[in-house]
Nanobody, 121 residues
C-alpha cells in the first residue's frame, strides 16, 4: 500500500496551492478520502473529506469557501485545491483513506507521510 502526497511548498498569503494524493495497493473507489493537517505541538485536525463516490464533501469551518476537495477514481488520486491561503494554514498536510465495513464489522485506514505547506510573507 502506498499513499503519497505532493504539491506542498512555500506560498505567500493570498496565494494558492494544489495538493495531490496518489494511492496504490487498495481499491481507491471503496475508500472515503480526507485531508488532515497538523502543526507541531497540536493534534492533527480534519480539513476536508470526500466520500468514495465523490458525492459528498465536508470542510472544516476555517477553510470553507477557500479549499476544495476532489477526487478522480480513474487516477486513484484525491486533490485539495487551496486558495486565499492564510498564515494559519501553515501545517503538514496528510492524506487519509478510510473504509468502514457495514454493521460495525471493522474498518481499514491508511495514512500518507505528509507534505508541508508553509504560508509566509
Amino acid at each position: 500500500v502506498q499513499v503519497v502526497e505532493s504539491g506542498g511548498g512555500l506560498v505567500q498569503p493570498g496565494g494558492s496551492l494544489r495538493l495531490s494524493c496518489v494511492v496504490s495497493g487498495f481499491t481507491f473507489s471503496d475508500y472515503d478520502m480526507s485531508w488532515y493537517r497538523q502543526v507541531p505541538g497540536k493534534e492533527r485536525e480534519l480539513v476536508a473529506s470526500i466520500t468514495n463516490t465523490g458525492g459528498n464533501t465536508k470542510y472544516q469551518d476555517s477553510v470553507k469557501g477557500r479549499f476544495t476537495i476532489a477526487r478522480d477514481n480513474a487516477k486513484n488520486t484525491v486533490y485539495l485545491q487551496m486558495n486565499s491561503l492564510k498564515l494559519e494554514d501553515t501545517a503538514a498536510y496528510y492524506c487519509h483513506a478510510l473504509r468502514i465495513w457495514p454493521w460495525g464489522s471493522g474498518e481499514q485506514d491508511y495514512w500518507g507521510q505528509g507534505t508541508q505547506v508553509t504560508v509566509s510573507a
